[in-house]
């Protein structure tokens, strides 16, 4: 069974419909790319895959649990599928240490104690286990994505969504961001990624999803999508003919 | 509540209170008028006057942002004679309301001015206008229709406070509602209806002012 | 007539001034209590509590200070109670500070990024978990200088209750002129003792202000 089901999924803002119908399974341990032009919707299925957004019609299920709108349901949703984005979106007034405690001991109930020394295992994980005490803005971009990951690793989640999260970053800041994914990736944690990165998605990916207006336009192993783009949208965003 | 409310004397002084509401208009758009002038005098002159002259400005404006408009009436009206200025209280409420709304606006008009980008001022210097010319169309204007909103709520605000005119014989809208209340005994009722018609004027204000917003700055493209 | 020296004059409105520092303070406190329910009012989920807590931030701030207590102290009357000045007056006080301090504060939530909201949510927080350990830390931050701004208007404020008989420095003031016949000594002090009062707060408020600016000028 697919850890993440998605069943012709609409969403509208207004008059504009962003998703057209999508239908995605994920099963878990995957990592899934989804690139496509500016505006094709996919920040917009990593929202509603968390909640952020609802959905007009189509459905989602998440380890076979209904995604619906009752408040109760989406807090267990959202735990069990943690999201980075583009902006880190650290909280300001926590040191890191504490960025990565306060959803445990608030959502979870965690006891100080062991809230602590998860935090300080997944700042490890991110490499910055000597910056416990350092608030957001002492730290690099970089490092404060990290933090991020750190932050929602922390509630021992099953899926990742990662909303082009290196994109606010200065290019030499990059790699160190992307050097944790891939390690998550080798750990075996199911990855959803909005991506730019081609050579991420490329090397690190088990497929690609291309999205066009509003729609899966293209999906297929990276090889496939890469090497043998089938639709003239899908070559032309790649740039080859 | 065995209270029972009666509202049976507006049938006969109603003319007493639009001629309060008359006079609350007149002390507002006076005091707006001349207040924002006298503002933008004061910002100009904090901003780029001489050192005794920026200090005196910002004496004035401390003053007054820092002492009740009640006490600045009262100052006015009952202090000045002394010093062999007599005014009459109408006269005294005018001055009194542009004093007020000229501090206010002089530390609103100045926060916008000095929000105005540098490379602003020396485009237009740099296009051949004199220092003069460049601040009235370069500076000035683009500031005063940013903080168009905070002027307009401090015109509210003085329009609102302008109630205690009533307490130096001002005719104004609470004076009318004194008025009434002491003839007719129905001081709730008076002041009942006087609040409403206060909160209509300045509904009403606000939206003039945001009219006026529109017919003297150009329109803006986006947002 | 008496003569009265400058030491008399000053002496009488000091001992007012008293009750204006007294009725600023319960003023502000209170008006901060009851303006944190207007807050969470206009921001809570229900759209009924939002209009109601608009129409009253809207009612007090459309309204002269004056009418407010005026309708304070006739108002109780209705009711067969007669209170002294000093209630009515501390209690249109309080509603009126109210008004305004929950809408400084609201601007101070809403000035909080909406990536704090979705990060938040994100990790599976309750809406109350959010404005408990999200929102409301960093919004109390940038709510202390308009906060402390505003206390300036209250200690103004209070200046009004004279007019429904609150024998306060204002009141003083006038009960002195009577006396003395010096209008122009005497309101002049009264003034500067307000100035006295207000401007230190004014200055913290702007200093609070700028340090905020600096600390936030490298995000
Ligand atoms: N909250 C919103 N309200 C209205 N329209 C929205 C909203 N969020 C997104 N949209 C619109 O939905 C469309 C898709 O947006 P989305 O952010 O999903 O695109 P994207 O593929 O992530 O693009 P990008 O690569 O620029 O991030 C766009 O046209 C956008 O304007
Ligand atoms: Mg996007």
Redesign the pocket.
Request: hydrophobic fraction near 20%; charge should be negative.
């Given at each position: 069974m697919s850890l993440i089901a998605i069943t012709d999924v609409h969403k509208r803002f207004g008059e504009n419909e962003v998703l057209k119908g999508i239908d995605l399974d994920i099963a878990k341990g995957e990592v899934i790319a989804i690139i496509g032009k500016s505006g094709s919707g996919?920040?917009t299925l990593l929202r509603c895959i968390n909640g952020l957004e609802t959905i007009d019609s189509g459905s989602i299920l998440v380890g076979g649990v209904q995604l619906s709108s009752e408040e109760k349901q989406l807090r267990d949703l959202r735990q069990k599928v943690g999201m980075i984005f583009q902006q880190f979106n650290l909280f300001p007034h926590l040191s890191a240490g504490r960025n990565v405690m306060l959803a445990q001991t608030v959502v979870k109930k965690t006891p100080k104690a062991e809230a602590r020394k998860i935090a300080e295992e997944m700042l490890d994980k991110v490499g910055l286990a000597h910056r416990f005490d350092a608030l957001p803005d002492e730290l690099s971009g970089g490092q404060q994505q990290r933090v991020a990951i750190a932050r929602a690793l922390a509630m021992k989640p099953a899926a990742l969504l990662c909303?082009?999260i290196t994109s606010a970053l200065d290019p030499e800041l990059v790699a160190e961001v992307l050097q944790v994914v891939r390690r998550l990736a080798e750990d075996g944690m199911t990855l959803i990624t909005?991506t730019h990165e081609m050579n991420f998605a490329r090397e690190v990916c088990s497929r690609v999803v291309f999205m066009h207006l509003g729609r899966v336009h293209e999906i297929g192993p990276p090889a496939e999508v890469f090497g043998a783009p089938k639709t003239p949208e899908l070559r032309q965003f790649l740039g080859v003919n | 509540m065995t209270y029972t409310f009666n509202f049976d004397w507006i049938a006969q002084y109603w003319p007493v209170i639009v001629k309060g509401i008359l006079i609350t208009l007149e002390l507002t758009f006076v005091g707006g008028v001349v207040g924002i002038l006298l503002g933008i005098l004061c910002a100009f002159v904090k901003l780029y006057g001489a050192a005794p002259l920026r200090f005196v400005v910002g004496a004035y404006v401390e003053l007054i942002r820092n002492t009740p408009f009640l006490v600045q009436l009262f100052f006015i009206f009952f202090g000045l004679p002394a010093l062999g200025v007599r005014l009459g209280e109408l006269e005294a409420a005018n001055i009194a309301m542009v004093v007020n709304l000229g501090a206010y606006a002089c530390e609103i008009i100045r926060a916008g001015i000095q929000a105005t980008p540098k490379g602003q001022f020396e485009a237009g210097v740099s296009l051949a206008m004199t220092r003069l010319e460049t601040f009235r169309h370069v500076v000035l204007v683009p500031s005063l229709q940013r903080i168009w909103p905070a002027l307009s709520s401090q015109l509210v605000i003085v329009m609102l406070g302008s109630a205690v005119v009533s307490q130096i014989a001002a005719e104004d809208l609470t004076y009318a509602a004194n008025f009434i209340q002491s003839r007719t005994f129905r001081a709730f009722e008076a002041y009942f209806v006087s609040t409403l018609i206060y909160l209509v004027l300045a509904i009403v204000l606000r939206q003039a002012m945001a009219g006026l917003g529109v017919l003297i700055f150009p329109r803006r493209s986006s947002r | 007539m008496t003569d009265f020296t400058l030491w008399d004059i000053a002496r009488n409105l000091l001992l007012a001034l008293r009750w204006t520092v007294l009725l600023s303070l319960v003023s502000f406190v209170g008006g901060g209590l009851v303006g944190l329910l207007i807050l969470f009012a206009r921001i809570a989920r229900p759209r009924a509590l939002r209009v109601a807590a608009k129409l009253y931030i809207e009612l007090f701030q459309g309204t002269p200070l004056l009418m407010q207590l005026f309708l304070a102290f006739f108002g109780f009357g209705l009711f067969g109670v007669s209170v002294p000045a000093w209630l009515a007056a501390g209690i249109a006080l309080i509603l009126w500070a109210a008004a305004f301090l929950g809408e400084i504060w609201r601007g101070c939530v809403e000035a909080i990024a909406r990536g704090q909201w979705e990060a938040s949510a994100s990790l599976g927080m309750s809406r109350f978990e959010q404005m408990r350990h999200v929102i409301l830390p960093q919004a109390l931050k940038i709510a202390v200088p308009p906060t402390v701004g505003f206390s300036v208007q209250v200690v103004k404020g209070t200046a009004l209750t004279s007019i429904i008989g609150f024998v306060e420095l204002t009141k003083a003031g006038t009960i002195v002129t009577n006396a003395t016949f010096q209008p122009f000594t005497v309101y002049g002090l009264v003034a500067l003792f307000y100035f006295a009062l207000c401007w230190p707060l004014s200055l913290t408020s702007q200093a609070l202000e700028r340090k905020l600016n600096v600390s936030h000028s490298h995000y």
């Open positions: 996919k920040s909303d082009e909005v | - | -």
